[in-house]
C-alpha cells in the first residue's frame, strides 16, 4: 500500500525567509497530492493540490512541485509570516477508490 | 452553506463503555472520510465511504471499531468496549468525488477515555 514520508518534523524560520516541507510517496499509482495546514486547536484545511499530470503550482506565497520520477513533491513558503506558522500535512492519493494516506505532519514556526 | 458537523464536541467515558460519534457531511458530497488524531500527532486514516459502502475499512484499529453510513449523508463511528488508548480526536471529512478531490474537516469530537 501507499506509505508518505514527510520531512522534517519541525522547522522555524526567520519572518520573511522561505521554509520548504518535503514529501516521498511509494506507489507509483498516486496522482493527488493535497497540503493541508492545521493552526493549533483547529480542522485542517487545504491550502494547495497538484496532479500528476502537473510538475508545479502556485497560488501567491505558496507553491508545490511534484517529482513523478522521483516520487517526492515539496511545499515552498516564500516571505513567511506569523499567520504562517502551524502543522502541515502532506497527502497522496491513487484512485477514488484507494485511501488516501497522510504524512506525518510538519510543525513549522516562525521568528519574529 | 453549512460545513462539515460532528457531536459530540467533547465525550468522556470510562473504560469498557461503548461510544457513538455523529459526523453530518456537507450536502452533495458522496465521500466521507474519518480519521483519529492523538495529541501532537498526524492524521491516522480509520475509514472511507463512498456512499453508503466503504471500499476500505483497513485503517480501523481492531474489531472494536466499526462505522456505517446510511442514506449517503451521516454516519457514525462506533467504539465498543472503550480502552484508554482510544483517547484522541476523531476527524471527519466529506469531499464532492473521491479520495482525489479537496477534504473539507469537520470540528472533530474530543474522546478522553478514563
Known amino acids: 500500500g501507499e506509505n508518505v514520508e514527510q520531512h522534517p518534523s519541525t522547522l522555524s524560520v526567520q519572518e520573511g525567509d522561505s521554509a520548504v516541507i518535503k514529501c516521498t510517496y511509494s506507489d507509483s499509482a498516486s496522482n493527488y497530492f493535497p497540503w493541508y495546514k492545521q493552526e493549533l486547536g483547529k480542522r485542517p484545511q487545504l491550502i494547495i493540490d497538484?496532479?500528476?499530470?502537473?510538475g508545479e503550482k502556485k497560488d501567491q506565497r505558496i507553491a508545490v512541485t511534484l517529482n513523478k520520477t522521483a516520487k517526492h513533491f515539496s511545499l515552498h513558503i516564500t516571505e513567511t509570516q506569523p499567520e504562517d506558522s502551524a502543522v502541515y500535512f502532506c497527502?497522496?492519493?491513487?484512485?477514488?477508490?484507494?485511501?488516501?494516506?497522510f504524512g506525518s505532519g510538519t510543525r513549522l514556526s516562525i521568528r519574529p | 452553506g453549512a460545513g462539515v458537523s460532528q457531536s459530540p464536541s467533547n465525550k468522556v467515558t470510562e473504560k469498557g463503555k461503548d461510544v457513538e460519534l455523529r459526523c453530518d457531511p456537507i450536502s452533495g458530497h458522496t465521500a466521507l472520510y474519518w480519521y483519529r488524531q492523538s495529541l501532537g500527532q498526524g492524521l491516522e486514516f480509520l475509514i472511507y465511504f463512498q456512499g453508503n459502502s466503504a471500499p476500505d475499512k483497513s485503517g480501523l484499529p481492531s474489531d472494536r471499531f466499526s462505522a456505517e453510513r446510511t442514506g449517503g449523508s451521516v454516519s457514525t463511528l462506533t467504539i465498543q468496549r472503550t480502552q484508554q488508548e482510544d483517547s484522541a480526536v476523531y476527524l471527519c471529512?466529506?469531499?464532492?468525488?473521491?479520495?482525489?478531490?479537496?477534504?473539507?474537516f469537520g470540528p472533530g469530537t474530543r474522546l478522553t477515555v478514563t
Open positions: 497538484i496532479r500528476s499530470n502537473v
Open positions: 497527502a497522496a492519493s491513487g484512485s477514488s477508490a484507494s485511501k488516501i494516506i
Open positions: 471529512a466529506s469531499s464532492s468525488y473521491g479520495q482525489d478531490y479537496e477534504q473539507y
